[in-house]
């Protein structure tokens, strides 16, 4: 146990090789009471290809925070990790989360000053909080949706259109021709993000910029990834 860090570090033995495991931890604090507990533990921590997180915006009205649960590939659930690790909340109103470099990011829009459209960055095997963004989403007012390519590519849409903004240099930039991006999933795709406006798929090649704009003959509702590489466009007609 490092009681610095507050974590305990558990090392497998050498014939486990993969898969999730119940570890039962035993202590007592100075007056010598026992607590006990139990600890979902996986060989390839959070990152494990086959869990799933499931994102919660929280009561914004009620004063909860939003939170994120994870669910095992096992099917347990583990209720609000990321506070339990952090001792934070995600921020008020969650309402996008994405992958990239090795780390989750989760974008709240809130109603309150300490949380107001924060950008929340964690490890993803550990779920540790590697950064916290608010004054740097400069014009990014009531974010609703992530899209992202690597840390200097975090493409975030608001109400104002989409902005890009990069941990490297802690600045954010309007994309030029997304003034009235949908509020509706953006997707990464071959290094490319897609987002649509109305009639029209938006694709940005990483830059600043819509760099092109197809057309399609209704509203578009929605845009969907295929695994065989392919993306899906459900539009009304």
Same mark, same amino acid.
């Given at each position: 146990?490092?009681?610095?860090?507050?974590?305990?570090?558990?090392?497998?033995?050498?014939?486990?090789?993969?898969?999730?495991?119940?570890?039962?931890?035993?202590?007592?604090?100075?007056?010598?009471?026992?607590?006990?507990?139990?600890?979902?533990?996986?060989?390839?921590?959070?990152?494990?290809?086959?869990?799933?997180?499931?994102?919660?915006?929280?009561?914004?009205?009620?004063?909860?925070?939003?939170?994120?649960?994870?669910?095992?590939?096992?099917?347990?659930?583990?209720?609000?990790?990321?506070?339990?690790?952090?001792?934070?909340?995600?921020?008020?109103?969650?309402?996008?989360?994405?992958?990239?470099?090795?780390?989750?990011?989760?974008?709240?829009?809130?109603?309150?000053?300490?949380?107001?459209?924060?950008?929340?960055?964690?490890?993803?095997? @550990?779920?540790?909080? *590697?950064?916290?963004?608010? &004054? %740097?989403?400069? $014009?990014? +007012? !009531?974010?609703?949706? /992530?899209?992202?390519?690597?840390?200097?590519?975090?493409?975030?849409?608001?109400?104002?259109?989409?902005?890009?903004?990069?941990?490297? @240099?802690?600045?954010? *930039?309007?994309?030029?021709? &997304? %003034?009235?991006? $949908?509020? +509706? !999933?953006?997707?990464? /795709?071959?290094?490319?993000?897609?987002?649509?406006?109305?009639?029209?798929?938006?694709?940005?090649?990483?830059?600043?910029?819509?760099?092109?704009?197809?057309?399609?003959?209704?509203?578009? &509702?929605?845009?969907?990834?295929?695994?065989?590489?392919?993306?899906?466009?459900?539009?009304?007609?």
């Amino acid at each position: 146990y490092d009681e610095e860090k507050t974590q305990i570090v558990l090392t497998a033995p050498a014939e486990v090789s993969e898969g999730s495991f119940k570890v039962f931890v035993t202590g007592s604090d100075a007056s010598g009471r026992l607590y006990r507990t139990s600890l979902l533990c996986s060989s390839l921590g959070y990152v494990d290809p086959l869990t799933t997180f499931v994102l919660n915006e929280g009561n914004a009205f009620g004063g909860e925070m939003g939170f994120m649960g994870y669910v095992s590939p096992t099917g347990q659930y583990l209720d609000k990790p990321f506070f339990a690790i952090n001792g934070q909340d995600l921020g008020v109103l969650s309402q996008d989360m994405g992958y990239a470099s090795d780390k989750l990011y989760v974008i709240a829009q809130g109603s309150y000053g300490a949380t107001d459209g924060t950008l929340t960055v964690m490890d993803c095997r @550990t779920l540790r909080m *590697t950064a916290r963004y608010k &004054s %740097e989403l400069t $014009d990014v +007012n !009531t974010p609703t949706h /992530l899209a992202i390519l690597d840390d200097d590519h975090i493409y975030i849409r608001h109400e104002g259109g989409v902005s890009r903004f990069s941990e490297q @240099t802690k600045k954010t *930039t309007f994309v030029e021709g &997304s %003034e009235r991006a $949908d509020k +509706n !999933t953006m997707l990464t /795709l071959d290094g490319k993000v897609f987002f649509h406006s109305s009639m029209t798929l938006c694709v940005v090649e990483g830059g600043d910029k819509v760099d092109q704009k197809v057309d399609f003959p209704g509203i578009i &509702s929605g845009i969907a990834k295929a695994d065989d590489g392919h993306l899906y466009v459900s539009y009304s007609t």
